[in-house]
């Protein structure tokens, strides 16, 4: 897995939350995998450990969990060393965790939306679709 090394990263939808979960979230950041957020967030049950540690309330879990992810899946590095299938795959998941997933939402109009409130999210997606387009043809 490529990261950037420039702290590019999407904070954006942290910086909106309540200092205790902001602080949940770069724990979420910093030492969960992005496989074992993203299963967090499949099984929509907050982790009561740490959610009584940041003194975070249970109805604050989903977007601290959200920006969790949205901040690592955009600290991913952008380049060609992915496959077709693993683009398409990060795109769909940004966006699911979103709310916006692509089975209901063209990925221009999630982009062109999100710009103002996740631009550097934006600009990674951007970048993946580009990416996608060239390793398609």
């Known amino acids: 897995m490529m990261l950037h090394d420039d702290g590019n990263y999407e904070f954006s939808l942290r910086d909106a939350l309540p200092g205790n979960s902001r602080d949940l ?4 950041f910093t030492t969960v995998s992005l496989d074992r957020m993203l299963t967090l967030w499949q099984s929509h049950e ?6 009584e540690k940041y003194r975070v309330h249970a109805e604050e879990w989903p ?7 949205i901040a690592k899946l955009s600290y991913l590095k952008v380049d060609e060393h992915y496959s077709i299938h693993e683009m398409v795959y990060l795109m769909k998941t940004a966006c699911t965790v979103l709310g916006k ?10 982009i062109s939306v999100q710009h103002s409130q996740t631009p550097k999210l934006s600009f990674w997606l951007l970048k993946l679709a580009q990416l996608v387009q060239i390793k398609h043809k």
């Open 25 to 28: 979230v770069m724990h979420l």
């Open 46 to 51: 907050p982790d009561k450990f740490l959610l």
């Open 63 to 69: 977007l601290a969990l959200q920006a969790a992810i």
């Open 101 to 110: 997933p692509l089975t209901e939402n063209h990925l221009n109009e999630v």
